[in-house]
T-cell receptor
Framework: SQQGEEDPQALSIQEGENATMNCSYK?????LQWYRQNSGRGLVHLIL?????REKHSGRLRVTLDTSKKSSSLLITASRAADTASYFC??????????FGDGTTLTVKP | DTGVSQNPRHKITKRGQNVTFRCDPI?????LYWYRQTLGQGPEFLTY????????KSRLLSDRFSAERPKGSFSTLEIQRTEQGDSAMYLC???????????FGDGTRLSIL
């Protein structure tokens, strides 16, 4: 079974709205990463947050990490149709191996 | 283009045949990973290399699967005696160290007839 679990499985919003996706995991981590995948393509790295960080920003992306609750969230503000994709969280242990969740499929309607 | 390159992009083969995929990572990256992804699922870890050394293999990697990275550069993943359940997207990724983001190729989609 996967270490990380994203919630919700699917999310549909209108362009301009914000999208929030959550990730829960089970074991201690070194860092947590968020990736985006467009249909038929490989994954693209979005943002990495280390276990001693609580929040990180990159453009329209905001990631939070709560190690006490073993959870993370990804917020995409002012969404665009081009943000339509699947979003995955990946947790890296101190051994360096990353484990991916099953993703949230985001649809942004123009 | 200096990204991760995977070949072929799509492989169709009959059950029982052997297939081999190639991955060319970003040149300065020491770590190379193989994942398998089926529809609606996240990538499942198969194996990874630190330079030419294969450090870990998932229990998903049966005896029919073998991976190599002979000179610490490109890698190959071979599946022998393919089965219907092997149909999936096989993704390769590389990173500079174990704590750096992974850069993915666009994968090889394997279809077993």
């Amino acid at each position: 079974s996967q270490q990380g679990e994203e919630d919700p499985q699917a999310l549909s919003i209108q362009e301009g709205e914000n999208a929030t996706m959550n990730c829960s995991y089970k074991t201690s981590i070194n860092n947590l990463q968020w990736y985006r995948q467009n249909s038929g393509r490989g994954l693209v790295h979005l943002i990495l947050i280390r276990s001693n960080e609580r929040e990180k920003h990159s453009g329209r992306l905001r990631v939070t990490l709560d190690t006490s609750k073993k959870s993370s969230s990804l917020l995409i503000t002012a969404s665009r149709a081009a943000d339509t994709a699947s979003y995955f969280c990946a947790t890296a242990t101190n051994a360096g191996k990353s484990t991916f969740g099953d993703g949230t499929t985001l649809t942004v309607k123009p | 283009d200096t990204g991760v390159s995977q070949n072929p992009r799509h492989k169709i083969t009959k059950r029982g045949q052997n297939v081999t995929f190639r991955c060319d990572p970003i040149s300065e990256h020491n770590r190379l990973y193989w994942y398998r992804q089926t529809l609606g699922q996240g990538p499942e870890f198969l194996t990874y290399f630190q330079n030419e050394a294969q450090l870990e293999k998932s229990r998903l990697l049966s005896d029919r699967f073998s991976a190599e990275r002979p000179k610490g550069s490109f890698s190959t993943l071979e599946i022998q005696r393919t089965e219907q359940g092997d149909s999936a997207m096989y993704l390769c990724a590389s990173s500079f160290t174990e704590y750096q983001p992974q850069h993915f190729g666009d994968g090889t989609r394997l279809s077993i007839l």
